[in-house]
């Protein structure tokens, strides 16, 4: 099974340290970056949001591939094996790890999101996405959205594919530091999921979850200052999809 890693950057930062990872690992691989470096497997592609990073990237797959990999730049992966291994049944079309985020807001919020994501996966993970490449093929290009790993998880249900959520292949990566920044991080996260629902038809119980979505959000009151943000950036994310935001770039920087 041969597979090929796409690899998306922003800019130069971690790409030196990804570029070494990969080569441990001995793939393949070719990563998009909006700066122009001098290497012969990072190419340039200013940078229009990662959906169009997806798009152009189709031209550097290897005819011959079976999976192809897409992991963000900024991450270390783990137990890639174990995912791997899930493509031994022929149904399954994708498959996405988890995200190890060890300190911050996330930390918490992924022990909320995985139980859920364990019995439906209402979203998907663009830190480390498996897919094969004949199923790549069926949901490419994809339209200008800010979750474009969720869009094509949905996408990939649509076109009837099965997918797995493996938690023990990981991808550890930083995320928010404060519980303020949080609402932007879910701000993004939120119009973004519901673009890619009015991109694609998902499975009737995933769009049933988001529109209970809002109506529920109070309840992460109770997590205490990272639900209050969570709620507010829940809250924000559905206005500015209501209010026509069909972007797929997002200019603030919720790490700094």
Same mark, same amino acid.
């Given at each position: 099974m041969k597979v090929f890693f796409i690899v998306l950057a922003r800019d +130069? +930062? %971690?790409v030196y340290e990804k570029i070494k990872e990969l080569e441990a690992l001995k793939f393949s691989y070719k990563i998009v970056c909006g700066e122009d470096l001098n290497h012969p497997n990072v190419v340039y592609q200013?940078?229009?949001?990662?959906? /169009?990073?997806?798009?152009f990237s189709m031209s550097l797959i290897p005819g011959d591939?079976?999976?192809v990999a897409m992991n963000d730049v900024d991450t270390k992966i783990h137990n890639f094996d174990v995912a791997l291994k899930g493509f031994d049944n022929p149904k399954i079309g994708l498959i996405f790890g988890t995200e190890l985020v060890k300190s911050g807001p996330q930390h918490f919020f992924f022990k909320l999101m995985?139980?859920? +994501?364990r019995k439906l996966p209402? /979203?998907?993970?663009?830190?480390l996405l498996l897919i094969r490449r004949t199923v790549l093929e069926e949901v490419i290009p994809l339209k200008p959205c800010?979750?474009?790993d969720t869009l094509i998880l949905f996408k990939v249900m649509e076109k009837n594919h099965e997918i797995f959520f493996c938690e023990d292949c990981y991808a550890?990566?930083?995320r928010t530091k404060t519980a303020s920044k949080e609402e932007d991080y879910k701000r993004k996260t939120v119009t973004g999921i519901f673009q890619a629902l009015s991109y694609s %038809?998902?499975?009737i119980s995933i769009r049933i979850f988001y529109i209970l979505l809002p109506f529920a959000s109070p309840l992460l009151l109770f997590a205490g200052e990272n639900g209050y943000y969570w709620m507010r950036g829940i809250l924000f994310g559905l206005k500015d999809f209501l209010r026509g935001d069909r972007t797929g770039i997002w200019k603030t920087n919720y790490l700094e």
């Amino acid at each position: 099974m041969k597979v090929f890693f796409i690899v998306l950057a922003r800019d +130069r +930062r %971690h790409v030196y340290e990804k570029i070494k990872e990969l080569e441990a690992l001995k793939f393949s691989y070719k990563i998009v970056c909006g700066e122009d470096l001098n290497h012969p497997n990072v190419v340039y592609q200013p940078a229009h949001g990662k959906y /169009a990073a997806i798009n152009f990237s189709m031209s550097l797959i290897p005819g011959d591939t079976d999976i192809v990999a897409m992991n963000d730049v900024d991450t270390k992966i783990h137990n890639f094996d174990v995912a791997l291994k899930g493509f031994d049944n022929p149904k399954i079309g994708l498959i996405f790890g988890t995200e190890l985020v060890k300190s911050g807001p996330q930390h918490f919020f992924f022990k909320l999101m995985n139980p859920i +994501r364990r019995k439906l996966p209402i /979203a998907g993970s663009g830190e480390l996405l498996l897919i094969r490449r004949t199923v790549l093929e069926e949901v490419i290009p994809l339209k200008p959205c800010k979750a474009e790993d969720t869009l094509i998880l949905f996408k990939v249900m649509e076109k009837n594919h099965e997918i797995f959520f493996c938690e023990d292949c990981y991808a550890e990566t930083e995320r928010t530091k404060t519980a303020s920044k949080e609402e932007d991080y879910k701000r993004k996260t939120v119009t973004g999921i519901f673009q890619a629902l009015s991109y694609s %038809h998902p499975p009737i119980s995933i769009r049933i979850f988001y529109i209970l979505l809002p109506f529920a959000s109070p309840l992460l009151l109770f997590a205490g200052e990272n639900g209050y943000y969570w709620m507010r950036g829940i809250l924000f994310g559905l206005k500015d999809f209501l209010r026509g935001d069909r972007t797929g770039i997002w200019k603030t920087n919720y790490l700094e």
